[in-house]
């Protein structure tokens, strides 16, 4: 007997994104939606246009969002490394945000990927 693959619809109205065994193929908002990475992306890049903030994660020299949908490569490549009073170490740059302005980042220490962003004023 042959069993029927059931493909669930995400609160977005798509399928899950493909994904490895132990990820689920979409993340889950605030309110408990659930959308598949494409949507995230999405959202994200709206957030970050709307508040000229964001969260990402400093993967070499580029910065993604968890799936890895949104990319922003670093500045000129370039990445500071600065001291930190707690982490010991911080990292910055500068890369071309969402919104094709210039956005800087921090990520605190080493045991992290975890860049806090920021889109800078206009000079």
Same mark, same amino acid.
């Given at each position: 007997?042959?069993?029927?693959?059931?493909?669930?619809?995400?609160?977005?109205?798509?399928?899950?994104?493909?994904?490895?065994?132990?990820?689920?193929?979409?993340?889950?908002?605030?309110?408990?939606?659930?959308?598949?990475?494409?949507?995230?992306?999405?959202? /994200?890049? /709206?957030?970050?246009?709307?508040?000229? @903030?964001? /969260? !990402?994660?400093?993967?070499?020299?580029? !910065?993604?969002?968890?799936?890895? @949908?949104?990319?922003?490569? /670093?500045?000129?490549?370039?990445?500071?490394?600065?001291?930190?009073?707690?982490?010991?170490?911080?990292?910055?740059?500068?890369?071309?945000?969402?919104?094709?302005?210039?956005?800087?980042?921090?990520?605190?220490?080493?045991?992290?990927?975890?860049?806090?962003?920021?889109? !800078? @004023?206009?000079?």
């Amino acid at each position: 007997m042959r069993e029927e693959s059931r493909v669930d619809i995400l609160d977005c109205g798509h399928a899950p994104s493909p994904h490895s065994p132990i990820t689920t193929g979409y993340g889950v908002t605030e309110d408990g939606k659930r959308h598949c990475y494409d949507c995230c992306a999405h959202r /994200v890049r /709206v957030r970050m246009i709307e508040t000229g @903030k964001g /969260v !990402l994660y400093l993967s070499g020299k580029e !910065l993604t969002d968890w799936p890895g @949908k949104l990319r922003f490569p /670093v500045y000129a490549g370039y990445i500071a490394k600065g001291r930190h009073n707690m982490a010991r170490v911080r990292y910055d740059g500068q890369f071309i945000g969402p919104d094709g302005k210039r956005w800087r980042f921090t990520q605190y220490g080493d045991n992290t990927q975890i860049a806090h962003c920021r889109r !800078l @004023k206009a000079a």
